[in-house]
């Protein structure tokens, strides 16, 4: 490969990177994994004779998306060790509101946690149909089935993320509920707490055996309200709570000397907080502590 072969590879890759993670993030949930199958698509295109290749961009995103299909078929065997709930990691996206995509779809919480039921090519279909804006051809194209089935597997996702969407609220009404919630939480008001909360509230925590995270969910208004009253008097102690924008949501980061130990979001509705979701794991902090250093 020439000097100039190379420098064009990297100029082209380059500006295709951003879209390349919004791509394997929303399919797979964490940066880690996201930045693998970039890497993976990287050196694919190095030793592509790429002269042939018509459309690098579409051939790229191809590239990636089957990556991370074939990700997603075997990653039920990691899950199976995995302590407590799953949560996908949370991503900034203060500076890039639509994480490399034309729209900032599939990228809140509550939408995620639901794309992680279906199956990996309706997963694949939903994103790059509704984030990226592919015709049903290439969607077709890129997971290698026909366009009937292109649209059937979005028409599927549409129909099982239907609730999410629903209860989807304006930022501005999430973070007045969220600033609630946490001054409610810091005091142990169980009654201030909910009133906030819907009925069918759920509280998941990922901490992945991390101390003081809760191993299961928390399900119901009383109870969910009683849980955060009772860890009121230790919990956020010596902790400075800032405001973060990840997954194109607010969401309050605590911080104790220095170091990121919890993010907390809601998922909201006119109803109240429909999910409280805790994100503990320090694996999954790292990038939420550079941003809020």
């Known amino acids: 490969m020439s000097d100039d072969g190379l ?22 949930g964490t940066v880690s994994d996201a930045e693998d199958i970039v890497q993976e698509t990287w050196i694919r295109w190095q030793s592509t004779d790429r002269d042939r290749v018509a459309e690098p961009a579409a051939f790229l995103a191809t590239i990636a998306t089957r990556l991370s299909i074939n990700v997603l078929q075997s990653s039920h065997t990691r ?25 900032a779809e599939a990228l809140q919480f509550a939408i995620l946690l639901t794309l992680e039921k279906l199956t990996p090519a309706e997963r694949a279909a939903y994103i790059l149909r509704e984030a990226f804006d592919y015709p049903y051809p290439r969607i ?20 099982h993320l239907s609730s999410a969407r629903r209860s989807e609220v304006e930022p501005r009404h999430q973070r007045r509920l969220l600033e609630a919630f946490l001054t409610a939480a810091q005091q142990g008001d169980a009654q201030a707490l909910e009133r906030l909360f819907a009925d ?8 992945n055996g991390v101390k003081l995270a809760a191993r299961i969910p928390v399900i119901g208004r009383s109870r969910v309200a009683k849980f955060v009253a009772a860890f009121s008097h230790h919990f956020w102690v010596g902790k400075q709570i800032d405001w973060v924008q990840v997954n194109g949501q607010p969401a309050a980061a605590l911080t104790e000397n220095g170091v990121v130990t919890t993010v907390v979001t809601a998922t909201t509705s006119e109803d109240g907080i429909r999910q409280l979701l805790w994100v503990m794991s320090p694996d999954k902090l790292g990038h939420v502590a550079a941003v809020t250093a």
Do not use: C, K
């Not at 990297?10 to 990177?17: D, K, N, S, T, Y």
């Not at 390349?20 to 399919?27: D, E, H, P, Q, T």
């Open 7 to 28: 420098g064009d590879a990297v100029e082209l890759f380059a500006g295709q990177r951003r879209r390349l993670f919004g791509i394997a993030y929303r399919m797979l």
């Open 79 to 103: 899950r199976e060790t995995y302590i407590g709930p799953w949560l996908p990691e949370p991503v900034n996206t203060d500076d890039d509101p639509a994480l490399g995509a034309e729209r």
């Open 140 to 159: 077709a194209e890129v997971i290698s089935t026909t366009v009937v089935n292109a649209r059937q597997l979005v028409s599927r996702a549409r129909s």
């Open 200 to 207: 069918d509230v759920v509280s998941y925590t990922d901490g």
